[in-house]
């Protein structure tokens, strides 16, 4: 980042020296004036000593000028030879205003360095060759053709910053090359692979045999980030953050994010709209099919209106049980969409479960007191 070399700042005693041989005087003729021993004054002129407050005023009287003038002099002068005390205060707050940088440093994603390193830490780290060509530092746009693409506006410096480790970590894994065909193929197994909490950690081995990049980064704090599809070169990238650690939850963006694969979603741009609740993303059609084919995997919706309509207003406990019996999914994933029609966010809430744990134990994972190589 370019930082403004301040222009070199005299010392006042510089000022004295040019106001004494224009009025024509001498150092005895204001040491007289000032009543201050001859030595005293050559040490000010020469920048020994400091202007104190008497003294400002004391010349303000001889010069005729405000006792503030010199005040701000010796201040001025004071604040140059502080200012090159650590060079790196104003890197690292350019940085800060725009990005966690100490939570990055937190979780190892970069190293706490000087300004120079710093930089170029962070360049790396956003995979960019010119700092001007950095989002939200710059007028860099977000992405390529941004301005035919304002719905991606709504994605935050944050979520930025999440969805570049993402990068970062997957440009790491080794992968097949991407298979549509694969891809859908796999997706039964993928849904299989819902009914139980403990069937979950194989869904990333099977997007990886796919051809899909399955990386989980704990979200930022703040962020609301729950994941995003990410493209290299043509190969799709899942990140997951598990923020809601709600079984519902997971299944329901893991289809979201996998619909974006399938469509290509973002392809063009390098990752597709960010996956949170911040109200942003739903604008897009993108979305909105994402959203209604990952509840369409999860539960069909007419088999869905068909029980609503069967068992409202009041579905039991054994009616979700049995339903979900019957669709072969976890009653979570049930529970979570009779939720979001109903608006009703406790009900049996105790179907959905945790998932977290069991999903850590996956190899591709940063964060929750792990760490994986940085990248850089």
Same mark, same amino acid.
């Given at each position: 980042m370019?930082y403004?070399t #301040?222009p070199p700042?005299?010392?006042?005693?510089t000022?004295?020296?040019?106001?004494?041989?224009d009025?024509?005087w001498?150092? !005895?003729?204001l040491s007289y004036i000032?009543?201050? &021993?001859?030595?005293? %004054?050559?040490? *000010? =002129?020469?920048g020994?000593t400091?202007i104190?407050?008497?003294?400002?005023?004391?010349?303000?009287?001889a010069?005729?000028?405000p006792?503030?003038?010199? @005040?701000? %002099?010796?201040q001025?002068y004071?604040l140059?030879r502080t200012?090159k005390? &650590?060079p790196?205060?104003?890197?690292?707050? !350019?940085w800060?205003?725009?990005? #966690?940088?100490?939570?990055m440093i937190?979780?190892?994603?970069?190293?706490?360095?000087?300004?120079d390193l710093?930089?170029?830490q962070m @360049?790396?780290?956003?995979g960019?060759?010119?700092?001007?060509?950095?989002?939200?530092?710059?007028d860099?746009p977000?992405?390529?053709h941004a301005?035919r693409k304002q719905?991606?506006?709504g994605?935050?410096e @944050?979520?930025?910053?999440? /969805?570049?480790?993402v990068?970062k970590m997957?440009e790491?894994?080794?992968?097949? /090359?991407?298979?549509?065909?694969a891809?859908?193929?796999?997706?039964?197994?993928?849904?299989? +692979?819902m009914h139980l909490?403990?069937?979950l950690i194989?869904?990333?081995?099977?997007?990886?045999?796919s051809?899909?990049?399955f990386?989980l980064v704990?979200?930022?704090?703040g962020s609301k980030i729950d994941?995003v599809?990410v493209w290299?070169?043509?190969?799709?990238? =899942?990140g997951?953050?598990?923020?809601?650690?709600?079984?519902?939850n997971?299944?329901?963006? /893991?289809? +979201?994010e =996998?619909t +974006?694969?399938l469509?290509? &979603?973002g392809?063009?741009f390098s990752?597709a709209?960010?996956?949170s609740?911040?109200g942003n993303d739903?604008a897009?059609d993108?979305?909105?099919v994402?959203n209604?084919?990952?509840a369409?995997f999860?539960? #069909?919706?007419a088999?869905?209106?068909s029980?609503?309509a069967?068992?409202?207003?009041? =579905?039991?406990r054994?009616d979700?049980?049995?339903?979900a019996a019957? *669709?072969?999914?976890h #009653?979570?994933?049930?529970?979570?969409?009779?939720?979001n029609?109903?608006?009703?966010?406790n009900? %049996?809430?105790?179907?959905?479960i945790g998932?977290?744990?069991y *999903?850590l134990?996956?190899? +591709?994972?940063?964060?929750w007191g792990h760490?994986s190589?940085t990248?850089?």
């Amino acid at each position: 980042m370019a930082y403004a070399t #301040p222009p070199p700042v005299d010392h006042p005693g510089t000022f004295i020296k040019e106001e004494l041989e224009d009025r024509g005087w001498t150092q !005895a003729d204001l040491s007289y004036i000032l009543h201050m &021993d001859v030595s005293q %004054l050559n040490k *000010l =002129i020469k920048g020994a000593t400091s202007i104190t407050p008497d003294t400002a005023v004391a010349l303000g009287d001889a010069f005729d000028m405000p006792a503030e003038f010199f @005040l701000n %002099l010796q201040q001025l002068y004071d604040l140059h030879r502080t200012r090159k005390a &650590d060079p790196g205060v104003k890197a690292r707050a !350019a940085w800060v205003s725009k990005f #966690p940088v100490r939570e990055m440093i937190k979780r190892r994603w970069i190293e706490d360095a000087e300004p120079d390193l710093l930089d170029l830490q962070m @360049l790396r780290f956003f995979g960019k060759n010119r700092i001007e060509d950095i989002p939200f530092v710059s007028d860099a746009p977000l992405l390529a053709h941004a301005a035919r693409k304002q719905d991606y506006a709504g994605t935050t410096e @944050l979520q930025y910053v999440w /969805l570049n480790r993402v990068r970062k970590m997957a440009e790491q894994i080794e992968c097949p /090359l991407y298979s549509e065909e694969a891809l859908r193929k796999n997706l039964p197994s993928i849904r299989e +692979h819902m009914h139980l909490k403990d069937d979950l950690i194989h869904i990333p081995e099977i997007l990886h045999k796919s051809g899909v990049r399955f990386v989980l980064v704990e979200a930022l704090p703040g962020s609301k980030i729950d994941g995003v599809c990410v493209w290299l070169g043509g190969q799709p990238v =899942i990140g997951m953050t598990l923020r809601l650690d709600r079984i519902d939850n997971f299944c329901f963006v /893991l289809m +979201h994010e =996998i619909t +974006h694969v399938l469509n290509g &979603d973002g392809k063009e741009f390098s990752f597709a709209p960010v996956d949170s609740d911040t109200g942003n993303d739903v604008a897009m059609d993108c979305e909105k099919v994402a959203n209604d084919e990952a509840a369409e995997f999860c539960v #069909p919706r007419a088999l869905m209106d068909s029980f609503i309509a069967r068992k409202s207003p009041f =579905i039991s406990r054994d009616d979700v049980l049995s339903f979900a019996a019957r *669709l072969e999914i976890h #009653p979570g994933v049930v529970v979570g969409q009779i939720q979001n029609r109903t608006k009703k966010w406790n009900w %049996l809430r105790e179907y959905q479960i945790g998932i977290r744990e069991y *999903l850590l134990e996956w190899k +591709h994972k940063d964060g929750w007191g792990h760490f994986s190589p940085t990248g850089l």
